[in-house]
């Protein structure tokens, strides 16, 4: 729900940013980071895609770097207001709870959304059939606003099944095109065996993914140049420690 206070602010933002060149809006991009302003940054990298995408143009990697910090700090902070919504207070009225959880589940439909849609009608068709890393980059942030729709909508099947479907996709393209260390490659693994255990219930293809992926990257351990191997091998930790996790729980369940 916005207010006249919001469509003032929303007013400047866009006069701010209209009429920039392409050089100038990315610089605008980079203050509103620097000065954690999140939800601008969200407006005006919305606004450098849009611009882009007219001239057929994909982002460079710095500016796919600067979308993706924008709307998982806005998305992230949402997130974690509704986890302690959801965890319920002791001394709170319910019905009171339910309310305000409602329009922050509002609120991260409508930011989901936006960035689904210069995903799916702008970025991904762009470099549809590239075969490459960015084509990967973009399948699988679909999959995680799709996956993070799943977490609070849990009765839209529709949220599941398109979070698995772009998770699919990217992963048929990481698997014939990225090398098994690569940490897109890897990331997409973690977040895709994630959506398998919590949003699909699905924990034997949750482990199964999580295995084999870890057993590739450790048999390829000695490709892995110097500036991925932090990032690599960090993703690989975690995904040892889900697997850890996920069959304890599961050897606890048939106990």
Known sequence: MSTPGDDKKNEALAA????????????????????ERYEDMCKFVKKLVEMKSA?????????????????????????????????????????????????????L?????????LLTSHLCKNVEGNNDETEVFYLKMCGDYYRY?????????????????????????????????????LGLALNFSVCYYEILKKPEQACDLAKK????????????????YKDSTLIMQ????????????DNEEDN
């Open 55 to 107: 001239k057929s143009e994909d982002l460079d990697v710095d500016e796919r770097n600067l979308l993706s910090v924008a709307y998982k700090n806005v998305v992230g902070a949402k997130r974690a207001s509704w986890r302690t919504l959801s965890g319920g207070f002791d001394d709170a009225d319910e019905e009171m709870l339910n309310k305000y959880k409602k329009i922050v589940e509002d609120e």
């Open 213 to 228: 992926s870890f057993d590739a990257a450790i048999e390829k351990l000695d490709t892995l140049n110097d500036a991925s």
């Open 149 to 185: 729709l799943s977490e609070f909508r849990t009765d839209e099947q529709k949220y599941k099944d398109k979070a698995e479907e772009f998770y699919k996709k990217a992963m048929d393209v990481a698997e014939a095109n990225l090398n098994e260390t690569h940490p897109t490659r």
């Open 16 to 35: 701010l940013a209209e009429g920039l060149e392409i050089k100038k809006l990315v610089e605008l991009v980079r203050v509103a980071e620097t000065a």
């Open 238 to 249: 975690l995904l040892r420690d889900n697997l850890t996790l996920w069959t304890s729980a």
């Open 109 to 117: 439909e409508a930011i989901c959304t936006e960035v689904l849609d």
